[in-house]
C-alpha cells in the first residue's frame, strides 16, 4: 500500500516564526503536491512538484515556498507564519501516468495554528 | 480554469438508504477525468471512484456509482445500501494539468 505520512499532525505555532511541514512518500511517486483545506472551500493547490528540485505553484502559493531534495521528500515552508494560515495541510503524491488513471495519496494532514 | 461546484454542503442518509451527491463542473477541455475523494472523520482522503471524460459508462464501485451528464458538467456519486461507515466529508475532484481541483465538500452523516 501506498503510505504518505507528514511529519506533524497538530503544530502550534506563533505569528512570524518560520515552520516546516514535512511530506515523505514511500511508493517512489514522482509527484507531489500540497494542499490546504479550508471549510467552505475544499482544497486549494499551493505548490507541486513533479520531479526532484522541480516545483510549480498551484493556485495559492503566496507566503509559501517549497523543497524536493529528494524523491520521497517534499516539504512545505511558511518563512513568516501569519494567522490567515492556519489551517488544515494535507500532502499528496501520484504517479505520472498518460493514461489519466493518476489516482492522488493522500497523508492525514497536518492542522495548522497560528497564534 | 476548472471549477468544481458542490452545492449541498450537508446531506444526511437513513442507513440503507440511498443518497446521491451532486457535483458540477466548469472546463473547455474535451478529455479530463473526474474524482470522488472520501476523507473520515480520521482525516485521510481516500479515492472513492473515478470516471474517464471520454467514456460513456457510468463507472460503478461495489455500493458506489456516478451519474456522469458530460453535456450538463455534472458529476454526481450515488450510495446505495448505505452504511455507518459511509458518514465523512466527500470531495468531488477534477483532475486539472498538475494537481486537482475540489469542491467544497459535502458532510454525509448516516442516521442508524
Known amino acids: 500500500d501506498v503510505k504518505v505520512t507528514q511529519s506533524s499532525r497538530y503544530l502550534v505555532k506563533r505569528t512570524g516564526e518560520k515552520v516546516f511541514l514535512e511530506c515523505v512518500q514511500d511508493m517512489d511517486h514522482e509527484n507531489m503536491f500540497w494542499y490546504r483545506q479550508d471549510p467552505g472551500l475544499g482544497l486549494r493547490l499551493i505548490y507541486f512538484?513533479?520531479?526532484?528540485?522541480?516545483?510549480e505553484k498551484g493556485d495559492i502559493p503566496e507566503g509559501y515556498s517549497v523543497s524536493r531534495e529528494k524523491k520521497e521528500r517534499f516539504s512545505l515552508i511558511l518563512e513568516s507564519a501569519s494567522t490567515n494560515q492556519t489551517s488544515m495541510y494535507l500532502c499528496?503524491?501520484?504517479?505520472?501516468?498518460?493514461?489519466?488513471?493518476?489516482?492522488?495519496?493522500f497523508g492525514p494532514g497536518t492542522r495548522l495554528t497560528v497564534l | 480554469a476548472q471549477t468544481v461546484t458542490q452545492s449541498q454542503p450537508e446531506m444526511s442518509v437513513q442507513e440503507a438508504e440511498t443518497v446521491t451527491l451532486s457535483c458540477t463542473y466548469d472546463t473547455s477541455e474535451s478529455d479530463y477525468y473526474l474524482f470522488w475523494y472520501k476523507q473520515p472523520p480520521s482525516r485521510q482522503m481516500i479515492l472513492v471512484i473515478r470516471?474517464?471524460?471520454?467514456?460513456?459508462q457510468n463507472a460503478t464501485e461495489n455500493r458506489f456509482s456516478v451519474n456522469f451528464q458530460k453535456a450538463a458538467k455534472s458529476f454526481s456519486l450515488k450510495i446505495s445500501d448505505s452504511q455507518l461507515g459511509d458518514a465523512a466529508m466527500y470531495f468531488c475532484?477534477?483532475?486539472?494539468?498538475?494537481?486537482?481541483?475540489f469542491g467544497a465538500g459535502t458532510r454525509l452523516t448516516v442516521k442508524p
Open positions: 470516471q474517464e471524460a471520454y467514456k460513456q
Open positions: 475532484a477534477y483532475r486539472a494539468r498538475f494537481g486537482m481541483r
Open positions: 499528496a503524491s501520484s504517479l505520472i501516468r498518460t493514461d489519466g488513471h493518476n489516482e492522488q495519496f
Open positions: 512538484s513533479y520531479d526532484v528540485k522541480m516545483k
